[in-house]
């Protein structure tokens, strides 16, 4: 059952086999262990290492232990130390002294780190494919809401208004970045490290090019050392979904307040939403918070495999085993909570009336009040103060710029025109904002059409 039991004397103590077994984790990876062994064991015939018959045999009993795993006709049991073993272990059981043959020229330092690369880079697609699932409802949303007025916000104090479509679309830039950051990560882990051997390579006649291709890669790795100790990819992709963590969690920080009783601009779905035990008015956002509050956990595994890594004298070391179940759970929170994210904000409901009303009380067309003198030759510093004292006054009066009669206006500058009310409506604030990246209707509508193609690329 041990693949190393030769030169010892004694039995294992079973607190050390639990202490150093990674089976309870490791074996989420079977189908990337099969699959490299089969790759493996190919280049092993090809090289007339072993013998055609033999490649057969192997690769039939692989496939038939892979079945069997995957339909729950053999159980995956924590006697065992790790994936490996248990595969080696069923193949040799079935197959005998040709099964003995599977581990010729190769180490568990190479193959964990095969399989490793084969499970992430499964991921890594994964990611991608569900932040564009996601980024498709946030652009569906953007086109719906051109017009949807609502506050953009500075401090948290009601600064410009701007378009709903405007406010989901900074989101929509930042996932795009996430999403090239996961392309960048792919093509930079695409070597193969199979081959590699404990770290120094082997003096079997191996084919390493040829079993890089049959698993998909670019290429081999071109040093065995850090073929087997590179966990770079790791903490790229950990740091690449600690970004899309963060950007959720910013976005579901907004969300929540939001969907607060005093901002009320939308209102979350009652499927994505909690009540509380004792008080039974509650309709609570869970789902966001929860989001937020997983980010930590994103952040925790980046931060422990870039500790654990940066002690390790080369090569391998027992130590790397401590990269899996972090990053796995890593892996499964940032996918659960995109899902959910994408599921939370295609079914809340949006309360334009409510976000435009917000947008008119708080003075968010001050600056454009300011603009307006501007264009009738008040110097801007001048007209800022203009403005200024007829915000106070307005706050005195408890009314929005909008609601000041003209003599009032008069009063303070002769330069104001009935014009003034036309200047400083919604629908100008954000309409005559066209320099590309803002949210005038039309220049929206350019970077919404930008970033259509962009999705519908791949
Ligand atoms: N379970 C080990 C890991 O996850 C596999 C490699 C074991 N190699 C060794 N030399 N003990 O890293």
């Given at each position: ?31 990337q262990d099969?699959?490299g062994?089969?790759a493996h ?69 190479d193959q964990v780190a095969l399989d490793m690369k084969l ?73 193969c490290p199979l ?16 079993t890089?291709?049959?698993l ?243």
């Amino acid at each position: 059952m041990k693949l190393w039991g030769g030169r010892f004397t004694k039995e294992e103590n079973q607190l050390v086999h639990n202490f150093n077994a990674s089976i309870t984790f490791d074996q989420k990876f079977y189908h990337q262990d099969i699959e490299g062994s089969i790759a493996h064991v190919t280049m092993l015939a090809k090289q007339a290492i072993i013998t055609d018959e033999e490649k057969d045999t192997i690769i039939n009993a692989l496939k038939q232990i892979c079945h069997e795993i995957e339909s729950g006709i053999i159980q995956i049991t924590e006697e065992y130390e790790d994936i490996h073993s248990f595969v080696e272990s069923m193949l040799i059981e079935r197959t005998g002294d040709t099964g003995k043959k599977l581990h010729t020229g190769r180490s568990r330092n190479d193959q964990v780190a095969l399989d490793m690369k084969l499970y992430t880079r499964d991921e890594v697609l994964a990611t991608d494919q569900l932040l564009k699932e996601l980024m498709t409802t946030l652009l569906d949303l953007m086109e719906e809401h051109i017009d949807t007025y609502m506050p953009g916000f500075t401090h948290l104090q009601k600064a410009q208004p701007v378009t709903l479509a405007h406010h989901i679309g900074a989101y929509f830039e930042m996932f795009k970045r996430d999403r090239s950051r996961l392309h960048d990560i792919y093509v930079r882990m695409n070597t193969c490290p199979l081959g590699a051997g404990a770290l120094a390579g082997t003096t079997y006649p191996l084919d390493r090019d040829y079993t890089a291709e049959l698993l998909g890669f670019d290429g081999p790795t071109l040093n065995s050392m850090d073929s087997v100790s590179d966990r770079d990819y790791l903490i790229e992709y950990l740091s690449a979904l600690s970004t899309i963590m963060m950007h959720l969690s910013r976005f579901c920080e907004e969300i929540i307040l939001w969907n607060s009783n005093e901002y009320r601009f939308i209102e979350l779905d009652d499927a994505y939403s909690t009540g509380s035990s004792i008080m039974p008015q509650k309709k609570n956002p869970d789902i966001a918070e929860l989001i937020r509050g997983k980010t930590g956990r994103v952040y925790g595994a980046l931060i422990s495999i870039l500790t654990t890594m940066k002690g390790i004298p080369l090569a391998y070391n027992k130590d790397m085993q401590e990269d899996k179940e972090l990053t796995f759970d890593a892996i499964d929170t940032v996918k659960g909570c995109l899902g959910l994210f994408n599921g939370m904000i295609k079914t809340m409901r949006i309360n334009k009336d409510t976000m435009a009303a917000s947008s008119k009380n708080g003075f968010t067309n001050a600056t454009d009040a300011a603009d307006y003198l501007v264009k009738h030759g008040v110097p801007f510093r001048d007209a800022h103060g203009i403005i200024g004292q007829l915000v106070l006054l307005c706050i005195d009066k408890g009314i929005a710029l909008d609601d000041l009669p003209m003599d009032e206006y008069k009063k303070i500058c002769p330069v104001f025109e009935a014009d003034i009310y036309e200047a400083i409506s919604l629908q100008t604030c954000v309409g005559l904002r066209q320099t590309i990246g803002a949210p005038g209707h039309e220049s929206m509508q350019k970077v919404i059409d930008l970033n259509r193609q962009y999705i519908n690329i791949d």
